[in-house]
């Protein structure tokens, strides 16, 4: 399964633009590219997912590169309620799991 | 919609105990739900995957006799610490997604924050 590399932590101010990147530089030709966040204690919350072309919905866009070896989420207009920990994901084309890596933390600033 | 309902929410328990807890897909039939499990401050580690009807698989280095896992519906999935102890404290969350394609999403529950006395 395809592992995924995200920068640790990020901070991004409140109505601008966050954009998230994630490395996949493993991933084949039919594994799809999730994302996901964490608020504190609580389960993760599924955002968006594409396979190649780019994805919009009600929450964020989803850039994937041409060679699919990377990704970028972007939430347009951040919020505070948008802090929270960020995961890239590929699922794996054996038994769909997912298998998550460190992530991201995002701390929205007022 | 996909609404996953995790129960209970949180438990405290003496050690020796065995503890189920239940994960139930509200809105949709879940074919394949899945068990993860959170330390703090750390990310989810996928301990099994369950299919409706058949026995869990289960990742390496989880112990299926200590972590049993039954699929018996397609909305209800439970996973029991049996024999837990002060290490298995943790906070356990599970998933389900609709069919098997991986161009379906997993809707997680809310978790169930286990602490063993």
């Known amino acids: 399964d395809a592992k995924t590399t995200q920068p640790p932590s990020m901070d991004c101010a409140e109505g601008r633009a966050a954009n998230l990147p994630c490395n996949h530089s493993?991933?084949?030709?039919?594994?799809?590219v999730y994302w996901y966040r964490q608020i504190h204690s609580q389960g993760p919350q599924y955002i968006i997912h594409g396979l190649k072309n780019n994805e919009t919905n009600e929450m964020a866009s989803l850039i994937i590169t041409e060679d699919r070896k990377s990704s970028t989420l972007i939430l347009p207009h951040a919020t505070l309620r948008d802090t929270a920990v960020y995961y890239c994901i590929v699922r794996g084309l054996r038994g769909n799991q997912f298998y998550f890596g460190t992530g991201t933390s995002l701390t929205v600033i007022p | 919609g996909a609404v996953v309902s995790q129960h209970p929410s949180r438990v405290i328990c003496k050690s020796g105990t065995s503890v189920k807890i239940e994960c139930r897909s509200l809105d949709f039939q879940a074919t394949t739900m899945f068990w993860y499990r959170q330390f703090p401050k750390k990310s989810l580690m996928l301990m099994a995957t369950s299919n409706e009807g058949s026995k869990a698989t289960y990742e390496q280095g989880v112990e299926k006799d200590k972590f049993l896992i039954n699929h018996a519906s397609l909305t209800l999935s439970t996973l029991t610490v049996t024999s837990a102890h002060p290490e298995d404290s943790s906070f356990y969350i599970c998933?389900?997604?609709?069919?098997?394609?991986?161009?379906?999403?997993?809707?997680f529950g809310d978790g169930t924050r286990l602490s063993i006395l």
């Open positions: 493993t991933i084949s030709g039919n594994e799809y």
């Open positions: 998933s389900a997604s609709y069919g098997s394609s991986s161009n379906q999403p997993q809707h």
